[in-house]
């Protein structure tokens, strides 16, 4: 389980949402990378239950998951997954895309 993120061949940057052309310098060749936890900075509940999260990688990418398990903190590590029933414990979901730009080798 893990979440994952597009990484530029060029620069080494790591984005999301995946990109078409990489903001950074341009190039339109990626990788994909797994991303194995981060760090929670906001959350936010909405009308329906389903709690939102900004979490924060190592390296400073930011990404936004919906938080699965049990309740969760901002400052609070937690495991990324592509599961959305990742198990006991909070988790930070984020579905996996296959529609995306990379080169799959
Ligand atoms: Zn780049």
Redesign the pocket.
Known sequence: MSAVVQE?R????LLFPARLF?P????DSFSTVAAETGTIEQTTTLSDGIVLATVALDGGLRLIARLTGSEAEPGQSVPLTNDPVAGSGANAYIPIHTTLNEDQS
Do not use: A, K, Q, Y
């Not at 060029?10 to 940057?13: E, G, H, I, T």
């Not at 950074?24 to 190039?27: F, K, L, P, R, T």
């Open positions: 530029c060029n620069c080494r940057s990489c950074v310098c341009g190039e």
